[in-house]
């Protein structure tokens, strides 16, 4: 199993800023600060409406019938909101 | 993420992108070419999500499926025994029909850094509302030119998260796929 996160700041315009990333070991608990939501060092200017979902993922196997491989995952995933100011 | 041949619009553009259709007929070909990404995902609340893409893993084309190919999801019941119950018990036909789904197909669009994604791509899709979330969630790849076994899909154990003062908890927006 593994955690990953995803993270968006979304300015009420077309333009949205997002990434993704794996987070090193899952260990039943996890403590992120505010600069850790956006690992390139993004920090959003003025306010900003926050999406970060971070997601367990269980991986399995796809069966040798497929030739080309692949992977199936089982996901459990959970998204917290709020909007940054300055 | 595996993108064959996306299209990036400029969002100031995007009433000028085209879609270009990239995918392939899924019976033309052989089970032993394919690559297949599948997913089940659960939000935390009742519902799960069931996601599948096939391609050909000679150039990573999305495969539509055609001629009589099928993906069907089910939740908690392998092949074998969806046949079993459908054929057997008084009743068993309400049991398939809460916990069997048809994939249907839709086409993968989705926020990117600054861009839009818009593709063609067919991916396939089924919700299970009231899933039984101890049970694993199996795909079963129908085909008339081969045989092939489910895929078994299990969800990792549940968490929450603990939000931090003045943040809002929220299980129906996803940021990105």
Known sequence: MRLEIASLCDLDSPVRYSERRVLSGDTGSLQLSASELFDSGYTPSGSCNVAVALKRVRYGAVPAAFGGSGWAVGVERRVVTFVSTD | ?177
């Open chain 2, 1 to 177: 993420m595996r993108h064959p041949l996306l299209l990036l619009c400029a969002v100031a553009l995007l009433p000028a992108c085209t879609e270009v259709t990239t995918a392939r007929n899924s019976n033309e070909v052989g089970t032993e070419h394919i690559y297949a990404e599948l997913s089940a995902t659960h939000g935390g609340e009742g519902s799960v999500v069931v996601d599948a893409e096939l391609h050909d893993s000679a150039d990573d084309a999305f495969l539509r499926l055609t001629g009589g190919d099928e993906l069907i999801a089910s939740n908690g019941l392998a092949s074998d025994e969806i046949a079993s119950v459908d054929g057997g018990l008084f009743g068993g036909a309400a049991e398939v029909s809460n916990s069997v789904l048809t994939m249907t197909e839709r086409h993968r669009t989705a926020w990117d850094t600054l861009f839009i994604e818009v593709t063609s791509d067919p991916t396939y899709h089924a919700a299970f509302n009231d899933a039984d979330l101890n049970r694993p969630f199996y795909v079963s790849f129908l085909r008339a030119i081969d045989s092939v076994p489910d895929i078994e899909l299990k969800l990792p154990s549940s968490f929450e998260i603990t939000s931090p003062s003045g943040a809002r908890p929220s299980h129906g927006r996803t940021p990105s796929r």
